[in-house]
Nanobody, 121 residues
Framework: HVQLVESGGGSVAAGESLRLSCVAS?????MGWFRQVPGKGREGVAT???????DSADSVMGRFRISKDNAKNTVYLQMDSLKPEDTAMYYCAVDFGPYCSGSYLARRSNFRGQGTQVTVS
């Protein structure tokens, strides 16, 4: 069982930035984020594997950047140029592999955090 602790959500104006963090209680192969708006399905946002390979949704490409500190089992999501359509609950999720993509974590991960709200107005 892996525990995940998220932080960094909040309310900002369009064009501003936020940084999300997620600490895992164990070393995992894949770490990332998906988001969900009430009444809609989960959307994979970004992932990073232990070898540094990243995957990002087209909707956030060029605006969001995912990074990871392997020594601390911590993943970060730097979100710049935020838009109102980025408003959602963001969940940290992990997987032991072998797959690592936003869509995979959104659909199949058995380990996720409690979520942190991001609101862009």
């Amino acid at each position: 069982h892996v525990q995940l602790v998220e932080s960094g959500g909040g309310s900002v104006a369009a064009g501003e930035s936020l940084r999300l963090s997620c600490v895992a209680s164990a070393n995992v192969y894949c770490m990332g984020w998906f988001r969900q708006v009430p009444g809609k399905g989960r959307e994979g946002v970004a992932t990073i594997a232990n070898d540094g390979t990243t995957d990002s949704a087209d909707s956030v490409m060029g605006r969001f950047r995912i990074s990871k500190d392997n020594a601390k089992n911590t993943v970060y999501l730097q979100m710049d140029s935020l838009k109102p359509e980025d408003t959602a609950m963001y969940y940290c999720a992990v997987d032991f592999g072998p797959y690592c993509s936003g869509s995979y974590l959104a659909r199949r991960s058995n380990f996720r955090g409690q979520g942190t709200q991001v609101t862009v107005s």
